[in-house]
DNA sequence: CGCGATCTTGATAGGGTTCAAGGTCCGTGG
DNA sequence: CCACGGACCTTGAACCCTATCAAGATCGCG
């Protein structure tokens, strides 16, 4: 079941199958969620951890006006709140944007591993590192690209990341947010967002249809984005 | 010399005195970086991590076209590049905002403390994982806020930030970022940048001469902001 | 005192939000 | 099987925010 996280980080390091076994052992117990629900809620303090096995999930800030901003998408293979087992307090929301199932690790037993595994700990400290990662190529689009660029960057990031947990097929990926769920990824008003997206069609660089998002053309759109895949650490190495 | 970092560490749970031996004999090395000058470069894979003693850095990451966006901003007692020990290549450079003095401390003796000191590594780990928290509340900030209820959160938690690591003095802080820096920082044109403060400064929220900032009215700056701290992680307890 | 860096202000143009309305798609119930 | 409703997408128009260009003022250092 967790076989989505295994690929995510055998894409980094070589895991022992000591590692693997200890994993699952961990993360044996499994929860759904529909579309639109909370999987974790802000200001909450969750006993657990949330890995995603499939599905998208966000995490999401209210500001007092009712807007919505998305500081991270989640795809299968990411620990959402792993983060939540030493920071104790979610400082913001996760939700679901597909329907999704998940799989639970329980925080003392994340700490054990820390305890005794520390080549595992490493692994699971870079999960988070790299998705601190993302977070701060997100602010360079954000605050300094063109809008097309910005969806053309988080584009390409996604089918990198999909690429990595076997989500893709061919140029394709299935993209379950609406327009208006992407408008808050990227801070944009929807009517914008929704400008942005049919320019990108005109353009003739991606495809967007039935939830279905294909690249027709990559080496156009991640020049447009200047997508530099070092940032997701996608090689094997020892950490 | 490595106080700050101690004082951040402990306003999130107890060291033990073997711990804070430890970390002082791991950051022994010192250096001193002019202000401007890169203290790591964007690309490299660096042996050893900094500790910032004293001065302001930055993150950044520079476009195409010779644009910057700063994507976090370092303070004494921040370790700017820890994550690197186990990213191994840096995705961004880190720059001096001002004279710097910095503790280095070699890769291979912060694996060792993974190895052998694992409360230590939590803590360490939950220290990437704040820097993680900040980056996110600045997407909230870039995404939904307008131009002056982002400076207004910066500030609100430079302060807090600074506080910490007792570098304020009453409502005051020394802060040595130019306009067009700070500009980087938000993602705005140096000219709007400039007109934003300028609007603070009437406003009777803040006052920003000589390098020096005051909080002039902290209860309007931090309403603007929407500013909860809970994401600083400001408290002590057992991680 | 002079020079470079930084700050400030004005004017213009372009990008993005908001308001408004109509269109499309799909699931549900009569 | 068709009508209806809701969610989502699309387009137009007016207004506002922000970038850019340009110039002048101020600060701080040698």
């Given at each position: 079941m967790i076989d989505p996280l295994f690929k995510n980080l055998e894409h980094r390091d070589v895991l022992s199958a000591d590692e693997r076994t200890l994993l699952q052992k961990v993360l044996r117990k499994e929860r759904r969620f529909a579309k639109g629900e909370d999987i974790?809620?802000?200001?909450?303090?969750?006993?657990?951890?949330?890995?995603?096995?499939?599905?998208?999930?966000?995490r999401y800030k209210l500001?007092?006006?009712?807007?919505?901003?998305?500081t991270a998408l989640h795809v299968p293979g990411d620990f959402v709140d792993l983060h939540a087992f030493m920071m104790k307090t979610m400082d913001h929301g996760i939700v679901?944007?597909?329907?999704?199932?998940?799989?639970?690790?329980?925080?003392?037993?994340?700490?054990?591993?820390?305890?005794?595994a520390p080549h595992l700990s490493r692994m699971l400290w870079l999960d988070t590192l790299i998705h601190?990662?993302?977070?701060?190529?997100?602010?360079?689009?954000?605050?300094?690209r063109s809008k097309s660029s910005h969806l053309a960057h988080?584009?390409?990031?996604?089918?990198?990341?999909?690429?990595v947990v076997d989500r893709v097929d061919g140029q394709s990926f299935a993209f379950p947010l609406s327009q208006g769920?992407?408008?808050?990824?990227?801070?944009?008003?929807?009517?914008?967002?929704?400008?942005?997206?049919?320019?990108?069609?005109?353009?003739?660089?991606?495809?967007?249809?039935?939830?279905?998002?294909?690249?027709?053309?990559?080496?156009r759109l991640s020049s447009l984005a200047e997508f530099d895949p070092l940032y997701l650490n996608l090689w094997v190495e020892p950490r």
């Amino acid at each position: 079941m967790i076989d989505p996280l295994f690929k995510n980080l055998e894409h980094r390091d070589v895991l022992s199958a000591d590692e693997r076994t200890l994993l699952q052992k961990v993360l044996r117990k499994e929860r759904r969620f529909a579309k639109g629900e909370d999987i974790v809620a802000d200001g909450s303090r969750p006993g657990t951890s949330t890995l995603i096995v499939e599905g998208f999930a966000a995490r999401y800030k209210l500001t007092e006006d009712g807007t919505r901003q998305i500081t991270a998408l989640h795809v299968p293979g990411d620990f959402v709140d792993l983060h939540a087992f030493m920071m104790k307090t979610m400082d913001h929301g996760i939700v679901a944007l597909s329907p999704c199932r998940v799989a639970l690790a329980e925080h003392p037993e994340l700490k054990a591993i820390t305890e005794n595994a520390p080549h595992l700990s490493r692994m699971l400290w870079l999960d988070t590192l790299i998705h601190g990662s993302i977070t701060r190529s997100w602010i360079v689009a954000m605050g300094r690209r063109s809008k097309s660029s910005h969806l053309a960057h988080i584009l390409c990031e996604l089918y990198s990341r999909l690429k990595v947990v076997d989500r893709v097929d061919g140029q394709s990926f299935a993209f379950p947010l609406s327009q208006g769920e992407m408008a808050d990824v990227m801070g944009l008003s929807l009517v914008h967002m929704n400008r942005v997206i049919q320019t990108m069609r005109r353009e003739g660089l991606i495809s967007w249809v039935n939830q279905i998002i294909t690249i027709l053309d990559w080496d156009r759109l991640s020049s447009l984005a200047e997508f530099d895949p070092l940032y997701l650490n996608l090689w094997v190495e020892p950490r």
